[in-house]
């Protein structure tokens, strides 16, 4: 038995309701930048509650389409930036993207399990994992866990200092040559230690990008980036090959429906 009546039954929130005519009026009637109406002025308009009204507004911020400022009001966000995550944009960890990348910190740890079975290695086995954020139009639009096998850098020297740690494991990948990669992006929301990096809230909508790298015919990095939704949108460029992977379908550590950027080097 299908269900179709089963959805049709089901009441739309009017908030969500609110939220669709919202959005019209943003299209036709105002521009970037400008200020909305006061919300007692909203609430007169469309003939509802401001509690419902607010429950709207908080969902079009939530999306990206409004942005509040203290002391001015409720103002149409600007248009999501574009961000390039094409290889040719940003090349290799360690070389171009490290303009773009600002490091937090680099911890050494033995794999989880669930990080193992992502990279193919045994659980237990010593992986770098370097932290960043990267900065577009001086705003934190992104974070990232970068997860490298120690036996794929059997030459890391030593060091004395966190900072250390993380600029020899990236110049070792820079030394490394790509044999491919293959990239998964799916939505997702940040947690906390992720929100906190991207300044929004918990549980804010983000894309989450998991990126592998090949070398010398096996996997030698995991980067997991996770793009701010609100903001940006996410360009391959004209070289990559888009793929819509089912649910279920193996694409790296993510999971869930995703569209799936394979590269050749």
Not at 129 to 143: K, P
Request: hydrophobic share 45%; glycine share 8%.
């Amino acid at each position: 038995m299908g269900t179709t009546g089963q959805l049709a039954a089901v009441p739309e929130p009017k908030y969500w309701h609110l939220r669709t005519v919202l959005l019209r009026a943003i299209d036709t009637e105002f521009s970037t930048g400008q200020v909305l109406p006061n919300e007692r002025e909203l609430s007169a308009r469309f003939g509802v509650a401001r509690a419902t009204l607010r429950q709207a507004l908080d969902q079009l911020e939530l999306e990206g389409r409004l942005v509040r400022r203290r002391g001015i009001g409720t103002l149409i966000a600007a248009p999501r930036v574009g961000v390039p995550v094409n290889r040719h944009e940003e090349g290799w960890p360690g070389t171009a993207r490290s303009q773009a990348w600002r490091t937090v910190d680099c911890t050494t740890a033995p794999a989880t399990a669930r990080l193992a079975k992502a990279l193919g290695i045994a659980e237990g086995a010593t992986v770098h994992t370097v932290r960043r954020v990267r900065l577009v139009q001086g705003q934190n639009m992104a974070t990232e866990s970068l997860h490298v096998p120690a036996a794929a850098l059997p030459h890391l020297p030593g060091f004395r200092a966190e900072s250390d740690r993380a600029r020899s494991v990236l110049r070792q990948l820079e030394r490394l040559e790509v044999d491919g990669e293959s990239r998964a992006v799916e939505l997702g929301v940040a947690e906390a230690e992720e929100a906190a990096l991207l300044e929004r809230p918990p549980g804010s909508p983000v894309l989450v990008m998991t990126t592998q790298y090949a070398a010398a015919g096996r996997l030698v990095a995991l980067a997991v980036s996770t793009y701010r939704a609100d903001t940006c949108k996410l360009t391959f460029g004209e070289a990559g090959v888009v793929e819509v992977t089912p649910v279920g379908a193996p694409v790296g550590a993510a999971t869930g429906a995703a569209a799936e950027v394979r590269t050749a080097s």
